[in-house]
C-alpha cells in the first residue's frame, strides 16, 4: 500500500538536503508517495503567506510531514512557523534522539544512546501572557503546565521506552524550587510511572540532570521534561554526539506527526552543496519507525553509520570532501 506524506523542501539549505534524503528513500523502495507542500519564504514568495492553507490541508490529510528548516522573517505575524505548526496540529511530544556516530567532531563517541521527550505545548516556553511595563523596568511571563499536559507526555515517553526496548525514563523537573508548575510535573509523572512497573524510573532536578549528561551521558535512556528544559537539554544532548548536523527532532500528537532536522536553514551555506544531510535523513528513519516500518528505519540508520564509519563521501562538517548529493548516493549505495 503506498503511503503519501506531505514534503516541505523549505528555504536555505533546506531544498538540498530534501533532495538528498528524497534519493536515500527512493532508493529504498518503500512504497512512499510524496505531497509537496510549501512554507517558509518560499511559500510567501509564491504564495503570498508563510503558511498557506494548502500545506495545512495536506498535512491534515496525510497527516505524516517530512519538512526541511524555514525561515521565519520578523514581522510576518509568527514568532516562529515551527511553533505555530507546533501550536495548530497540538503536536504535544517533541522527541529527539541522540545517539553516538563515529567519526564525527565529538566528545562521546561512543557510549551515548539517549531520546529526550519534550513537553511541546505547555510552559514558560509558550510565551504565554508576555508584557513589559510601560516604563521598560520590568518583564512578566505566565508558565502554565497542566495535569492533561504532563500525562500525556509522561506516558508518551513510557510507552516509547516500552515499545523501543529501553529501561529507564529518567523525569527532569525543578520542583524544589518550581514548586507549583514543577511540582505538578513531577507529582503527575510519578502516577503515571506506577503504571510501567517494567521500566526504571528515576527523577533528577534539571541543573543535576545537565552535569550528568556532560559527565556520564551513558547512564541515561530516555528523558522527560517540560518545554524549556527540553529545549534546552536537547541542544546539550546534539552537542555531545556531534552538533546539530547529527541531531533530528518529531513533532508528535494524536492526528498529526512532523519529522525535521533540528538545525536552521544555514543561509551561510546554502546552494553550495555543502549541507550534511544526516539530520534530515536520521528525521526519515523516525518517520519510518512511526510509520510502522521499523526495519527499514533501521537499515537506513545503519547505511548512515556504515557510511560515516567508512568515510565515503563525507560533507565539509565532518570533514569530508563530498558534497550533499554524493554523501546522499553513499548512504543509498549501503541502504
Ligand atoms: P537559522 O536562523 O535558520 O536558525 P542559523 O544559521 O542561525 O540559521 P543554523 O542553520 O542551525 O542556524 O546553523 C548554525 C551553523 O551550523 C551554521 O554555521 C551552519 O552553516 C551550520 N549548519 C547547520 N546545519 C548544517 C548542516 N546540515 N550541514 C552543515 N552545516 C550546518
Redesign the pocket.
Known amino acids: 500500500m503506498t503511503q503519501t506524506i506531505t514534503v516541505i523542501r523549505g528555504d536555505?539549505?533546506g531544498p538540498e538536503?530534501m533532495d538528498a534524503t528524497l534519493h536515500v528513500l527512493d532508493s529504498m523502495n518503500l512504497g512512499l508517495s510524496y505531497e509537496f507542500a510549501d512554507a517558509g519564504i518560499v511559500a510567501l514568495e509564491k504564495h503570498g503567506e508563510l503558511l498557506p492553507a494548502a500545506t495545512m490541508e495536506s498535512i491534515r490529510r496525510t497527516r505524516i510531514a517530512l519538512k526541511s528548516?524555514l525561515?521565519t522573517p520578523v514581522g510576518e505575524g509568527f514568532s516562529s512557523i515551527n511553533v505555530e505548526l507546533r501550536k495548530r496540529f497540538d503536536l504535544y511530544a517533541n522527541v529527539r534522539p541522540a545517539k553516538s556516530f563515529p567519526n564525527t567532531k565529538s566528545r562521546f563517541a561512543s557510549g551515548v544512546d539517549l531520546v529526550t521527550v519534550r513537553e511541546n505545548t505547555e510552559g514558560a516556553y509558550i510565551g504565554e501572557g508576555q508584557s513589559v511595563s510601560e516604563d521598560g523596568e520590568t518583564a512578566m511571563l505566565t508558565q502554565k503546565v497542566t495535569r492533561r499536559g504532563s500525562e500525556r507526555i509522561v506516558r508518551y515517553a513510557f510507552e516509547l521506552a516500552r515499545r523501543t526496548g529501553r529501561k529507564k525514563v529518567t523525569v527532569v523537573h525543578k520542583a524544589n524550587i518550581l514548586k507549583s508548575t514543577s511540582g505538578l510535573f513531577l507529582k503527575t509523572a510519578r502516577l503515571v510511572a506506577q503504571e510501567y512497573p517494567d521500566i526504571e524510573c528515576n527523577e533528577m532536578i534539571v541543573d543535576n540532570c545537565c552535569m550528568q549528561l556532560v559527565m556520564r551521558p551513558e547512564q541515561f535512556d530516555v528523558i522527560v521534561t517540560t518545554n524549556l528544559f527540553g529545549d534546552i537539554i536537547s541542544d546539550l544532548c546534539a552537542g555531545l554526539v556531534g552538533g546539530?548536523?547529527l541531531a533530528p527532532g518529531a513533532n508528535i500528537g494524536s492526528d498529526a506527526a512532523i519529522f525535521e532536522?533540528v538545525?536552521?536553514?544555514?543561509?551561510?551555506?546554502a546552494g553550495q552543496g555543502?549541507?550534511?544531510?544526516?539530520?534530515l535523513l536520521l528525521a526519515a528513519a523516525q518517520m519510518l519507525d512511526h510509520l510502522g516500518k521499523c526495519e527499514e528505519a533501521e537499515r537506513l540508520r545503519r547505511a548512515i553509520v556504515q557510511t560515516l564509519e567508512e568515510k565515503d563521501s563525507l560533507?565539509p562538517?565532518l570533514g569530508g570532501t563530498g558534497n550533499t548529493m554524493s554523501f546522499a548516493q553513499a548512504i543509498a549505495r549501503r541502504v
Not at 538545525?263 to 551555506?269: F, K, L, S
Not at 555543502?274 to 539530520?279: F, Q, V, W
Open positions: 536555505g539549505i538536503i528548516p525561515t546539530l548536523g532536522a538545525h536552521g536553514t544555514a543561509p551561510d551555506i555543502k549541507a550534511n544531510p544526516c539530520a560533507t562538517d
